[in-house]
């Protein structure tokens, strides 16, 4: 367990030998026998599934939480919750109406379930500065939230009805730096953007909506002296370079892409890159060798920026 080995990884820098993340999330919670949705309830719990899955898997860092309905849930969204599985999103509150119509605020951190965040924090946080192992803050990237607070029309408001996604794509802009700001002050040292769908859009709408869109949490992040990240899912080939120079010191992809193709984009940037260790087709399935997997990720990943981890 190495916490500055991953953040040099996080930086684009040269690491004696790829750190390792994994990115355990309710996993964490099977671990100790307990359900997700009391797991993710209660801060004592949390913390406890994330201190023993950091042990368990050796990590050099580990997310506290990875579930993108914390950030809907504390301006209003309700969600409907799942014993093995995160929380899902239930009621779209800008289906119909802007964020300012519909009444949405900036959270606070006595929003939501954020005081459960920020309670598991301080019982987790020492308990992994003594393993050496990095608390990550995850949370819900611009085009992903505004997916949460709009639904589904959102992927087509952004070419037909342009300004209507521009004021949810903002406002889910400024929660996400309410956020950056919350897992800072819990003592995250890696805070990432976490935009999954940000792959089905193209180039252009990426540049239009994603990135200016992001710019609000990067500077919370780095004005704090801390390490950012942009995680993105799916087949993201189209908006890979995008991704590169959106502005935070690296990125995480999943088991979609090819890895040298990764790999030589983050150089070519100089900004660290994180995957791709298949989480379906390995780790779930088993349709291919776990073993032989990794080889092949951190053969291709290499020395330089890389951060070994589940796509």
């Known amino acids: 367990m190495a916490k500055q080995k991953l953040i040099d990884a996080y930086r684009g820098k040269r690491t004696d030998?790829?750190?390792?993340?994994?990115?355990?999330?309710?996993?964490?919670a099977f671990l100790i026998n307990e359900p997700a949705d009391k797991v993710l309830k209660d801060p004592k719990l949390l913390a406890k599934a994330v201190v023993n899955a950091a042990?368990?898997?050796?990590?050099d860092g580990i997310p506290l939480v990875f579930d993108l309905s914390v950030e809907a849930n504390s301006v209003g969204c309700d969600l409907k919750w799942w014993p093995d599985n995160v929380p899902?999103?239930?009621?779209?509150?800008?289906?119909?109406?802007?964020?300012?119509?519909?009444?949405?605020?900036?959270p606070t951190r006595s929003s939501g379930r954020w005081p459960v965040l920020y309670e598991a924090a301080k019982i987790a946080k020492p308990q992994l500065d003594e393993l050496d192992c990095v608390m990550m803050g995850l949370f819900c990237g611009p085009l992903t939230l505004a997916s949460h607070l709009a639904?589904?029309?959102?992927?087509?408001?952004?070419?037909?009805?342009?300004?209507?996604?521009?004021?949810?794509?903002?406002?889910?802009?400024?929660?996400?730096?309410?956020?950056?700001?919350?897992?800072a002050d819990m003592g995250a040292e890696i805070i990432a953007i976490v935009d999954p769908v940000a792959s089905q859009i193209k180039s252009a709408t990426f540049q239009e909506f994603v990135t200016p869109n992001s710019q609000a949490?990067?500077?919370?992040?780095?004005?704090?002296?801390?390490?950012?990240?942009?995680?993105?899912?799916?087949?993201?080939?189209?908006?890979?370079?995008?991704?590169?120079k959106i502005g935070t010191h690296g990125f995480a992809i999943d088991e979609q892409l090819n890895m040298i193709f990764v790999r030589d984009m983050a150089r070519k940037y100089n900004v660290g890159f994180g995957g791709n260790l298949k989480l379906t087709l390995a780790l779930s399935l088993g349709l291919l060798s776990p073993r032989e997997d990794a080889i092949v990720s951190l053969a291709a990943g290499g020395h330089v920026g890389y951060t070994f981890a589940p796509g």
């Open 151 to 183: 639904g589904v029309r959102i992927f087509t408001d952004v070419y037909k009805n342009k300004d209507f996604a521009h004021q949810v794509i903002k406002f889910a802009g400024e929660v996400g730096a309410a956020a950056a700001g919350f897992y």
């Open 217 to 244: 949490a990067i500077k919370v992040i780095h004005d704090r002296g801390l390490t950012s990240s942009f995680f993105i899912c799916g087949d993201c080939t189209k908006v890979m370079e995008d991704v590169c």
């Open 55 to 59: 042990k368990r898997y050796k990590a």
């Open 17 to 28: 030998d790829p750190p390792w993340v994994p990115y355990s999330g309710v996993h964490s």
């Open 88 to 106: 899902s999103v239930t009621v779209h509150p800008c289906s119909n109406k802007t964020p300012k119509d519909a009444g949405l605020k900036i």
